[in-house]
Nanobody, 125 residues
Framework: QVQLVESGGGLVQAGGSLRLSCTVSGRTFGSYSMGWFRQPPGRQREFVAAISRDGRNVWYEDSVKGRFTISRDNAKNTLYLIMSILSPEDTAIYYC??????????????????WGQGTQVTVSS
């Protein structure tokens, strides 16, 4: 059974940094593209970043470009999201997701087949 487990969330002051991790088990991690999504309070889930199977291609939502970095270590079955210059608008539950069976579109949640349970990120002003 595939499992995705996020870690690294927490409370941070505005301008600070956090590194999220997502450890994947039960599947060949390097065979699947991965993504990060977030759900701010009272809002729908939104795309944050995505990375191709080999890590060579990355995609970002406009508001996080230049501040967030997605990466992966296929040998460790782990996906990362380094977040810097955080602002209160980044407060959300952050989810990692793995490519599903449909044609994969990086920013489209319905093309991901596997999801973690989420980790809370709270940025105080």
């Amino acid at each position: 059974q595939v499992q995705l487990v996020e870690s690294g969330g927490g409370l941070v002051q505005a301008g600070g940094s956090l590194r999220l991790s997502c450890t994947v088990s039960g599947r060949t991690f390097g065979s699947y593209s991965m993504g990060w999504f977030r759900q701010p309070p009272g809002r729908q889930r939104e795309f944050v970043a995505a990375i191709s199977r080999d890590g060579r291609n990355v995609w970002y939502e406009d508001s996080v470009k230049g501040r967030f970095t997605i990466s992966r270590d296929n040998a460790k079955n782990t996906l990362y999201l380094i977040m810097s210059i955080l602002s209160p608008e980044d407060t959300a539950i952050y989810y990692c997701a793995g490519e599903g069976d449909r044609e994969w579109i990086p920013s489209l949640p319905s093309t991901y087949g596997y999801w973690g349970q989420g980790t809370q990120v709270t940025v105080s002003s």
